[in-house]
């Protein structure tokens, strides 16, 4: 089989303006602005991880979104280290925290986050167990 490796994710919005400023202000991803055929584009660089954010328009039969939690795609996890902290900052931005900093077993502290249009973020930290 050859190899399969992750490119992107790709997020559709009414906003992708307003999209993109919440992605560089709260999580520090940087907006790449260009423009392709004719129309302008934005993506996104979080983490190594490229975001696609397309325009949505009334009429263009695009679903709205899922309530959450839903099948299929749920919602993208960012790894971070020092998690309370970085908790602490994001709450100081006024962003909504839809599970607080917790630890569901040894080795995991994570919390989710609600981005922009109601997309869900978890922000994870791994440290090595003690046994």
Known sequence: MAAIVFDHVHLRTFDPEAMAQWFERVLG?????????????????????????????????????PALPCRGLDHFGLFVEGLDTVAAELKQKGVVFTKEPHSPRPGIRLCFIQGPENISIELLERSPVQA
Do not use: Y
């Open 29 to 65: 991803a940087e907006v790449l602005r260009s423009v392709e055929q004719g129309k302008p584009r934005i993506d996104l660089k979080l983490g190594g991880m490229k975001i696609f954010v397309a325009p949505v328009t009334d009429g263009d039969g695009v679903a709205p979104p």
